[in-house]
Nanobody
Framework: HVQLVESGGGSVQAGGSLTISCEASPSTYEYCLAWFRQAPFSEREGVAVLATDGRTSYADSVKGRFTISKDNAKNTLYLQMSSLKPEDTAMYYC?????????????????RGQGTQVTVS
């Protein structure tokens, strides 16, 4: 069973950049991967998806500012965030699921990590 562990969260000033990571074990080669976030008193929001064929998709709110990528050798998923805004403040979770479930929202994926906090002020 795949396990996901996020890291790299922290506090950053508005306009700054931050990269968060998600280490997977064992390999997630056959899984689609994604990031979603949840701000206090808000619903979960899908942020970015990396499909098994390498295609990526992003929420409109982060398009052009965030980049999802994966290092297969390290079994690690990344989310590079730039031009950060206070409204990006949230707990960020990585998630994984089998290809047949990947058309659904990332926040519904079967496997998720414990989250890493990102605070933008």
């Amino acid at each position: 069973h795949v396990q996901l562990v996020e890291s790299g969260g922290g506090s950053v000033q508005a306009g700054g950049s931050l990269t968060i990571s998600c280490e997977a074990s064992p390999s997630t080669y056959e899984y689609c991967l994604a990031w979603f976030r949840q701000a206090p008193f808000s619903e979960r929001e899908g942020v970015a998806v990396l499909a098994t064929d390498g295609r990526t998709s992003y929420a409109d709110s982060v398009k052009g500012r965030f980049t999802i990528s994966k290092d297969n050798a390290k079994n690690t998923l990344y989310l590079q965030m730039s031009s950060l805004k206070p409204e990006d403040t949230a707990m960020y979770y990585c998630a994984a699921d089998r290809p047949w479930a990947c058309s659904g929202p990332p926040e519904t994926y079967d496997i998720r990590g414990q989250g890493t906090q990102v605070t933008v002020s």
